[in-house]
Every structure is written in C-alpha cells, then in structure tokens.
C-alpha cells in the first residue's frame, strides 16, 4: 500500500491526481490519498450544475466549480476541509459499501475523544449532524472511495454557495436534501489544527496497513496529472457542460438517490435521453444505457421491457425495475 499528501490546494489538480492513481497504478493495490482544496465546489459526474449550485454567488466569490468522475452530489470545500481518497482493487456488487472505506476516519476519531458513526447510505455523522459525506467509482475490478471531512470548514459559505437559485427553486424540479452539517473541530476535546488533524489521520493509516509507504511521483507522471488537469478537469466543458434542453423533464428520488431525466419524445418514441442525479453505479458511461434507449416506444411497458434487457443496476445501483421505470415514464 502507498500513500500520497497531495501538496497543491487546487481543486482541477487534485481531482486530476486522484484519476491518475486511479486508473494508472494499477499495480498499487491499495492507494491512499490526502488532499485539501482552496475554495471550491465539486458536483457529482452526473449532476446538472445549473440546478445544484448558486451559479452567481459562486462566481462572485471566485469559488471553483470542478465535476469529479463518482456520482453523488455536490459538497463544499476550503482550506479547513480534509479530503482523503482510498483506491483498491477489489470487485464490486451491485450495492456499493462505504461504511467499510469510512471505518479509519471514524477509529481516528475515536483515538480523538469523538464518537462518529456511519449513517444513511454515505454519511458519518456527529451527534447527527454530517461532517463526512462520500462518494466512489468502480472501473475493471478496482474502487475509488473518497471523503469530504468538514473540520472547520465556514458553514455560511457552504450553505449560500449550495443554495439552489430561485429560478430553480420555483421550478417543478425536485430540491436537493440539505442535511444538517457539522464541523469536527468543535466537537475535539482537545482542539488541534487541520494539519494536525490530517496527521492523525495518515498515522492510523500506517498503523493499520504497516507496509504502507510515500509514494513520489516521477517527472513524467506529474506531466501527466498536468495533462489530465488541462484537458479534462480544468476546462468549462467537463466541470459545467451546457444545460440541457429537453422535451420531457422529470425529477424523482429514491433510496438509491435522486435521478433527472430529460428526453425528446417525437411521435411516442424516443429520440434523445439523458440521465443526471445524485445515483451511483458500477458503469459511469451512461451513453450505454440512453442510447440503447433511443427508437423505444415512450410507454411503461416498452420502456421496461428495453430495460430489463440490460443490466440497467450496473449504471444505477440500488434501482429496482419498476422505480428506473417509474423515473423515465408513468
């Protein structure tokens, strides 16, 4: 197992590092990760932007709006945020775990005079407030789990820069559940700085998994990361991408999370589908599942009879037939 203390506060670069371990030491078993970005929000790979964040507030207070490659929803981040990201190979069902992959953060805790527990499908919680929310990505065999820690994180800034702007408020769209957070720092007994607390945390790590070593990475790979930042997480394109525009727009949410789907219906079939939420799923690249959508009849029955032809769980985990169903059509 390594370890890697990421050095930069920027947020493209940092999500641009973590896919870089992510899909290309894969002969690291195990990789865990310590990050903390300036501030910054970073949306789940399947959310609209547009109708998750307060677009104005974020520009006027020069907060970076970066997409991550999990789904989930979108979280808040400064320089009094901890980040850490724990990289595994290992194969996945079709419920994704992450009260396991929470467990060092809740022990550190523990060794920190603070009782936390796992709650609800990602969070870890303090006295029922969440100072942890998390998120993975699952491709060939290796998961990618990581957490957002509010450690002393401003609260008021979270909480405007989350805030869904009045146009979409008065909208038929469904909100987004804003659950009631907490900083860690507070709760300590003893009260150290975010450094410190990182430290705390990367100790236990070490003294979990002994064999665990730094890992640096070489020139050409740190080009690399650069690339990837360039390309993909730095540009308006991936982070923001256009709004979509749609016939049909439909908001539902379910235990497995909340799921938008926009589609362009022409003489009862469909032309065009796009999918967008908080869900997760083993397989990321939803043009699998829209577009063997496409040419289907816009009707319960046919829409899932398509669906039961495919493994619509790998995209969608924890659906049932009739909720995914349900969600592109009555």
């Known amino acids: 197992m390594i370890y890697i203390v990421s050095k930069s506060n920027k947020p493209d670069y940092n999500i641009a590092l973590e896919e870089y371990c992510f899909k290309n030491l894969l002969h690291q078993d195990k990789v865990f990760i310590l990050w903390i970005n300036e501030a910054s929000i970073i949306i789940g790979k399947h959310q609209n932007a547009f109708e998750e964040i307060n677009a104005d507030y974020v520009k006027e207070k020069g907060i970076n709006v970066v997409r991550r490659i999990s789904g989930g929803g979108a979280v808040y981040h400064d320089l009094n945020n901890l980040n850490y990201t724990i990289i595994s190979n290992e194969e996945k069902g079709d419920n994704f775990d992450f009260k396991t992959f929470s467990k060092p953060v809740i022990d550190t805790l523990s060794e920190l005079g603070v009782e936390a527990e796992f709650s609800g499908r990602n969070d870890i919680l303090i006295d029922g407030k969440k100072i942890c929310g998390n998120a993975q990505a699952y491709i060939?065999?290796?998961?990618?789990?990581?957490?957002?820690?509010?450690?002393?994180?401003?609260?008021?800034?979270?909480?405007?820069?989350?805030?869904?702007?009045?146009?979409?408020?008065?909208?038929?769209?469904?909100?987004?559940?804003?659950?009631?957070?907490?900083?860690?720092?507070?709760?300590?007994?003893?009260?150290?700085?975010?450094?410190?607390?990182?430290?705390?945390?990367?100790?236990?790590?070490?003294?979990?998994?002994?064999?665990?070593?730094?890992?640096?990475?070489?020139?050409?790979?740190?080009?690399?990361?650069?690339?990837?930042?360039?390309?993909?997480?730095?540009?308006?394109?991936?982070?923001?991408?256009?709004?979509?525009?749609?016939?049909?727009?439909?908001?539902?949410?379910?235990?497995?999370?909340?799921?938008?789907?926009?589609?362009?219906?022409?003489?009862?079939?469909?032309?065009?589908?796009?999918?967008?939420?908080?869900?997760?799923?083993?397989?990321?690249?939803?043009?699998?599942?829209?577009?063997?959508?496409?040419?289907?009849?816009?009707?319960?029955?046919?829409?899932?009879?398509?669906?039961?032809?495919?493994?619509?769980?790998?995209?969608?985990?924890?659906?049932?037939?009739?909720?995914?169903?349900?969600?592109?059509?009555?």
């Open 140 to 330: 060939k065999g290796r998961i990618m789990h990581h957490g957002c820690l509010l450690f002393d994180v401003e609260l008021s800034v979270l909480s405007k820069a989350l805030e869904i702007p009045k146009d979409i408020i008065n909208s038929s769209a469904t909100k987004s559940v804003r659950s009631a957070v907490d900083n860690i720092l507070p709760n300590l007994p003893n009260k150290i700085s975010i450094n410190e607390f990182s430290e705390k945390l990367l100790a236990h790590m070490k003294e979990k998994f002994p064999e665990m070593e730094e890992y640096v990475f070489s020139e050409k790979e740190l080009a690399e990361i650069e690339k990837i930042r360039v390309n993909k997480f730095g540009t308006w394109d991936w982070n923001w991408g256009k709004s979509p525009k749609f016939d049909i727009d439909r908001h539902s949410r379910y235990t497995a999370g909340k799921i938008q789907v926009f589609a362009n219906v022409k003489n009862s079939t469909i032309e065009n589908i796009k999918f967008y939420g908080t869900f997760f799923g083993n397989n990321s690249n939803l043009e699998e599942i829209e577009n063997a959508l496409i040419g289907v009849k816009y009707i319960y029955k046919d829409v899932e009879n398509a669906l039961k032809k495919l493994k619509f769980n790998d995209y969608f985990a924890g659906f049932s037939l009739e909720e995914l169903t349900k969600a592109i059509v009555d």
